[in-house]
């Protein structure tokens, strides 16, 4: 039997109305499944227990327990967990579980899903900006102020638009070695798509951090995908903003890495400027770094090097 059977089984069309009654049910609770016998399977899926044994035979197990083992393996193998959405009648003990459990999935999926390789040469172009122009509406906006306050202490020249006409009015004075980053949960903003027109034939690379296949996706460069949400799901909304926002942190790993040699000469100004907004100063720690030759464009799965580049 295929090590893989949560696939088998939602891609085979042959089915009977009992099993595919058997196919939904299993698909939507694999972790569920893996725990029960086969009368509550049976009553869940609201067949018949014979029923619940053909449909087993057919994906290559002798029985429900066979059946159980290898779904088993692969719910462990995938981290399948569904969680059910906070609900009236939860007790603050289940709201905390559910939430953190959402938080955990979403990380989960977007580690086992996201492209290194196009995670690579995002780090590269955007470490190489001589402007960066962050773009994000609504509930995303928080994430584009995070990556553009994170950006600046890395003493890049980042700006952050939210309205249609300023994104268009920054899109189009972008040039050559300028990039322009869009965050969208959905990408699907009808105002971020259309003020990207502005930016043709500019010379400056365009990314978006946002579901593959959308608009918003093929309307740029670059892509770095994360998992579709359904942004009108109260637990979507949650689930959607935790992967760009992690997306948009390993960006800011990447980059701070790869431009290690620049971001040295500003460290000791920047420092100077963070401490005079608290009522204490800091002492900047001077760290010791060696420049390193780099040679090649930046390579998902080799260590990242530093470039020796300044854009003024």
């Known amino acids: 039997m295929s090590s893989n059977i949560l696939e088998r089984i939602e891609n085979e069309t042959d089915l009977t109305k009992s099993e595919r009654k058997l196919a939904q049910v299993i698909l939507k609770d694999p972790a569920i499944v893996v725990n ?44 399948v ?29 977007l580690e086992k899903n996201i492209d290194e390789t196009m995670v690579a040469k995002v780090i590269d172009v955007v470490s190489q900006a001589r402007r960066i122009v962050v773009l994000a509406q609504g509930l995303n906006t928080f994430v584009g102020v995070d990556f553009q306050n994170r950006m600046l202490n890395l003493g890049f020249a980042t700006e952050l638009y939210t309205d249609k006409q ?8 972008l040039r050559v070695s300028d990039v322009a980053l869009c965050i969208s949960s959905n990408g699907e903003e009808i ?13 400056a690379i365009t990314v978006s951090i946002c579901p593959k296949d959308t608009k918003l996706s093929k309307a740029t460069t670059l892509s770095l995908a994360i998992e579709d949400h359904d942004y009108l799901n109260f637990d979507s909304l949650m689930s959607s903003r935790i992967s760009l926002l992690l ?19 500003y460290k000791d100004k920047l420092s100077n400027a963070r401490a005079k907004a608290f009522y204490f100063n800091q002492e900047s720690n ?3 770094s060696t420049k390193e030759d780099d040679s090649g464009e930046l390579k998902s799965n080799t260590p990242i090097t530093t470039l020796d580049w300044h854009p003024y």
């Not at 049976?42 to 087993?56: G, L, T």
């Open 36 to 79: 029960e016998n086969i009368a509550q399977l049976a009553k869940r899926a609201q067949v018949s227990e014979p029923s619940v044994c053909r449909f087993c035979k057919r994906f290559g197990a002798d029985g429900f327990p066979a059946f159980k083992l290898v779904l088993s393996a692969v719910v462990s193998a995938n981290k």
């Open 81 to 109: 967990n569904r969680v059910e959405g906070v609900k009236q009648g939860d007790t603050v003990e289940d709201v905390v579980t559910k939430v953190i459990s959402l938080g955990k999935n979403s990380l989960l999926k």
């Open 166 to 173: 300023a994104m268009s009015l920054a899109l189009a004075t």
């Open 191 to 203: 105002d971020l798509i259309e003020a990207l027109q502005a930016s043709f034939n500019t010379g």
């Open 247 to 265: 997306v948009s942190q390993i960006l800011i790993g990447g980059i701070q890495l790869r431009r290690g040699i620049a971001i040295k000469d």
């Open 286 to 288: 001077q760290e010791q």
